[in-house]
């Protein structure tokens, strides 16, 4: 591959194999085994781990989220979890309850992109002993169970939360961002996000057709950005590589991903 001069080029390449059928996603996760009694916030596991936390009388015992005291206003929530990409989302979790009564409540609800909140169960005083709810597809994702209780021995319990998701299809092609100019710096790590001079797909890696389809005027001053997938169908040593005539900038970030998940940045 030849590259012109002063241009660079970031490439996101991401590895993927097929396994056949294969169950929904685990996005994130948390069966509270690892906590000890109190413990107000943690960390749940998968795809896209991100925190939760409890307030207001909800915390850790017994290995699970339990409302432990009094209060109208307790809550388990999570933190935004990156979604992108996934669909056919299902919030999985199980129930249980002790001496609740009068008007003690149990709801959840979620919020996509951090708009408003939607209720996905309304307020109720036993819950069903396990549910498997319908999430939109977003970006970002919270997810929070709120707690109302009247007495200090009014309980409610949450266990094996868990969140899937169906995951994207791999395709033959690849992303780009054509910018026209030079990274502040010199360096790949300034590539804009915004403001490129066309986006689109493309099917090679061939930098110099590109350049002359979408700025033919200027074959020096120039920056693109590719992601993408390469489908690995067997299981051995593959070499990437690129090269130049003349000292661009050029880097190759390989994550190993299955069954083609979307693309996500750290």
Known sequence: MQFSSKSFYLFLVFLTTSLGAFAQEVIWQDNFDSYSNGTVTGSGSGFAPTTWSSANGVDIRGKKIQSTLRNSNGRWRIAPINITGFTNLTWDFITSTSNVESTDRFSARYRLNGG???????????????????????????LEIRFSTNENDDKYEVDNVVLRGDLPPCDSQLDYEFYDLIPTGNTINNIPKTG??????????????????????????YSIRYSGYVHIPNSGAYTFYTSSDDGSSKSLIMMVIMDCKSVRET
């Open 196 to 221: 490129a001079l066309e986006t689109g797909q493309i099917n090679t890696f061939n930098v110099n057709t590109l350049q002359s389809t979408v700025d033919p005027t200027d074959a020096d001053t």
């Open 116 to 142: 408003s909140w939607e209720t996905v169960i309304s307020t109720v005083l036993i819950p069903e002993p396990s549910y498997s709810l319908a999430i939109p597809s977003g970006s970002t994702l919270e």
